[in-house]
């Protein structure tokens, strides 16, 4: 996992890409080490959180796009091969 952005006293602050080890990426505004404000969260191939965080979690306004063949409008993972 990396780090590419602000720092402020050893903390990441501010603007910066953090990817993480398993894959997933988040780009986006930073306030103590915490995703905070706006950014955009990818995880997989298949979804992507673009919106608002406040303590390194999802709030307010956002835009979430999925494909269409393995999520539902709401984010629920479909099953397109009939699999339980």
Same mark, same amino acid.
């Given at each position: 996992?990396?780090?590419?952005?602000? =720092?402020? @006293?050893?903390?990441?602050?501010? *603007? #910066? @890409?953090?990817?993480? *080890?398993?894959? +997933? @990426?988040? @780009? #986006? $505004?930073?306030?103590? !080490?915490?995703? /905070? +404000?706006?950014?955009?969260?990818?995880? #997989?191939?298949? =979804?992507?959180? !673009? #919106? /608002?965080? *406040? !303590?390194?979690?999802?709030?307010?306004?956002?835009? !979430?796009? =999925? +494909?269409? $063949?393995?999520? /539902? /409008?709401?984010? +629920?993972?479909?099953?397109?091969?009939?699999?339980?």
């Amino acid at each position: 996992m990396y780090y590419v952005g602000h =720092f402020d @006293k050893n903390n990441i602050n501010g *603007k #910066g @890409k953090f990817n993480f *080890k398993d894959g +997933r @990426k988040y @780009k #986006g $505004n930073w306030k103590n !080490n915490i995703m /905070d +404000r706006k950014g955009i969260f990818i995880w #997989g191939s298949n =979804f992507k959180y !673009n #919106g /608002d965080y *406040k !303590n390194f979690k999802r709030e307010g306004n956002c835009v !979430n796009s =999925f +494909r269409s $063949n393995l999520y /539902d /409008d709401a984010g +629920r993972p479909t099953n397109p091969m009939g699999m339980a």
